[in-house]
């Protein structure tokens, strides 16, 4: 085999091998979710980035892992769990996503999105980086908008790299807006 066709199979071994703990650890993910779901709503969430912990409060974890989110400390931080130790992380490194419990529908779902909803906008003209925070703008790309960070600065992702922009080189077409406000898990055995 070539060294490409190794690392593809080592690649998928890999994302096959997460997989298999992510079901063996279904069970007790659920029995978990089952304690707190009468008294908050409960997300998981997926690693865009790897987290090394600086404290012995945070939790680190690898790009792609899946974490039970059990709250929101503030605008930039949630508490979680990973492999049975609990703290808090940078909610810019994750996605959030809400948990279904089960699939009989014994459960009436609607989710409050805690996270900003993006805005979108269309690059007007080249923006080259003076920073390594800075986003690289293309005329005529497509950018989401996270969010606005005053009348002269966004912070946004194109061609998955976040970073931040002048207002002025993009049209905006959606502005990011505040937090969603819809969600409740409810259980329709009560």
């Known amino acids: 085999k070539t060294s490409n066709g190794t690392n593809e199979h080592a690649e998928q071994q890999d994302w096959i091998n997460r997989h298999d703990l992510i079901d063996s650890n279904q069970q007790k993910l659920e029995q978990k979710i089952q304690t707190r779901l009468k008294s908050q709503p409960i997300f998981k969430a997926l690693a865009l980035h790897s987290f090394y912990a600086q404290t012995s409060r945070e939790l680190s974890f690898k790009k792609g892992d899946i974490l039970l989110v059990l709250r929101r400390i503030n605008d ?3 508490e979680g769990e990973y492999q049975d130790s609990i703290g808090i992380f940078p909610l810019n ?44 703008l293309r005329k005529g790309d497509k950018v989401i908008l996270l969010r606005k960070i005053d009348n002269y600065w966004y912070e946004g992702r194109a061609n998955h790299i976040e970073g931040i922009f002048p207002a002025a080189y993009v049209e905006t077409l959606k502005e990011p807006a505040g937090k969603k406000k819809e969600i409740f898990i409810f259980d329709n055995d009560e």
């Open 93 to 136: 490194h994750v996605e959030l996503f809400p948990i279904e419990i089960n699939k009989q529908d014994d459960y009436l779902y609607e989710y409050e999105n805690d996270y900003d909803i993006e805005g979108e906008a269309i690059v007007k003209h080249d923006f080259i980086p003076q920073q390594t925070f800075e986003l690289q």
């Open 76 to 78: 930039d931080w949630l």
